[in-house]
C-alpha cells in the first residue's frame, strides 16, 4: 500500500512545495491524493492528482502522478485564507479518535507553519473557509472524483443532520470476533432491547433500534466493520442488539418512501410518524418531512404495516374529508 510519506518524498526530490493537500484514506472504500503544489524549476503552481488504489507497484508510483496547472491569483487567494484562519485552525480542538475507515487528512502551509485537520466522513462546517479551497481542488482534478467533493462537503450542501460514524473496528463480521469488542454487561443486558427494522442494501445494516438510526458498514477486504450512531454508545446494548440479529439472520425491512422532486426520485427509509411528519433517513442524513407537503408531489409508500396506515390515515383526517383520505391511501400506499 503506498503511504503519504512515499508521495511526500518523491515530491521533495522533485522540488515540489505543498501548499496544501487533502489525504482520503480509506474513503468509501478507496485511496486519493490531492494537493497544491508550488514547483520551484519553472516558477509555476499545480494541482495534483494520485489515485492510490490503483498502483500496484511503489516504483511506478510517480508515473501515476496526475498534474493540472493553477493560476497564480487563485493560488493567492487560497494563501490568503488559510492566513485569515491561522489564529482559529490553531485554537480550534479537532482531536478525532483514532480510526482507519473515512478518514480526511489535511495540512496546509502558512508563513510560519504547517498546519493540520483531521475530520471523520465529512469536513465540519465551522471549518467554512475550507470549503472554497476543496472546490477549487477538485474542479482541477479528474471528473471520476467530482462525487468525492460533494461528500466531503456534505456538511455545507445539505440541511440534513449527518449520521456519523463513531466507531471502526479492525475485524471482519464474524459472530465471535465481534463479540470481543463488547463488555460483559453490555451483552448480558440485550434482552432488553427490540430492533424495530433491520435491513441490509450493499454493504450496509440499517436498523432501528428505540428509535436511534445505527448502521453497521462492512468492507471486507479491508477487515473494516464502521458503525453509525447517533447520540448511543457505538458499543453500547442498542447496537450489539443489531449485531445479534444480524448473526441469527433477521430482517425487518424499513417502510420506502419515494418521492419525486423536480423529476428526480427521492429515497428514504421511514422508521414512523410524529404528529404531521415522516421520520426519515436516506445516505446524506436523518430529517423530517411533511406530511402535507409531500401530497404535493408524485409519492409511493411501499412496505408498509398496519400501525404505520392508520397513524398515516389520522394525520390525513386532521385535514381532509373522508373521501380524500382513501382516494391518498389508495394512491399512495403499494
Known amino acids: 500500500m ?14 515540489e512545495i505543498v501548499l496544501f493537500d487533502l489525504y482520503l484514506k480509506n474513503y468509501d472504500d478507496t485511496n ?24 500496484e507497484n511503489k516504483s511506478q508510483l510517480e508515473d501515476y502522478f496526475c498534474y493540472q496547472f493553477i493560476f497564480s491569483d487563485t493560488v493567492d487567494y487560497i494563501l490568503n485564507l488559510i492566513e485569515d484562519h491561522v489564529d482559529f485552525i490553531k485554537n480550534s480542538t479537532n482531536n478525532i479518535e483514532n ?10 502551509r502558512n508563513k510560519k507553519d504547517i498546519l493540520t485537520l483531521s475530520f471523520i466522513q465529512a469536513i465540519d462546517k465551522k471549518y467554512y473557509f475550507l470549503f472554497p479551497i476543496i ?65 441490509k442494501v ?12 445505527i448502521i453497521i458498514e462492512e468492507y471486507k477486504d479491508k477487515k473494516i466493520v464502521n458503525i453509525y450512531a447517533e447520540e448511543i454508545n457505538p458499543l453500547g446494548e442498542e447496537v450489539y442488539s443489531v449485531f445479534q440479529d444480524i448473526f441469527l439472520g433477521k430482517e425487518k425491512k424499513f417502510i420506502h418512501i419515494c418521492i419525486d422532486q423536480s423529476n428526480q426520485d427521492a429515497y428514504y427509509f421511514c422508521y414512523g410518524i410524529k404528529e ?12 423530517e418531512l411533511s406530511i402535507y407537503d409531500s401530497l404535493n ?38
Open 135 to 199: 472546490t477549487i481542488i477538485f474542479e482541477h482534478s479528474p471528473n471520476i472524483v467530482s462525487e468525492l467533493c460533494h461528500k466531503l462537503l456534505l456538511d455545507f450542501y445539505s440541511d440534513k443532520e449527518m449520521i456519523h460514524i463513531k466507531k471502526s473496528l479492525n475485524t471482519t463480521m464474524n459472530q465471535e470476533s465481534i463479540e470481543k469488542f463488547f463488555k460483559k454487561e453490555i451483552k448480558d443486558s440485550n434482552q432488553k432491547n427490540q430492533v424495530s427494522y433491520l435491513e
Open 99 to 108: 480510526m482507519d475507515s473515512h478518514l480526511i487528512q489535511i495540512s496546509m
Open 276 to 287: 404531521d411528519k415522516f421520520l426519515v433517513f436516506d445516505e446524506e442524513g436523518k430529517e
Open 2 to 15: 503506498i503511504t503519504l510519506l512515499d508521495i511526500k518524498s518523491i515530491l521533495k526530490k522533485k522540488k
Open 202 to 213: 450493499g454493504n450496509r445494516y440499517y436498523a432501528i433500534v428505540k428509535n436511534h438510526i
Open 32 to 55: 486519493f491524493y490531492f494537493s497544491i503544489l508550488y514547483h520551484e524549476k519553472i516558477n509555476k503552481y499545480k494541482v495534483l492528482f494520485v489515485p492510490i488504489d490503483t498502483i
Open 297 to 334: 408531489h408524485s409519492i409511493h409508500i411501499k412496505n408498509s404495516d398496519k400501525n404505520f396506515i392508520k397513524k398515516y390515515r389520522k394525520v390525513l383526517e386532521d385535514k381532509y374529508i373522508d373521501e380524500k383520505v382513501e382516494e391518498y391511501i389508495n394512491k399512495i400506499i403499494d
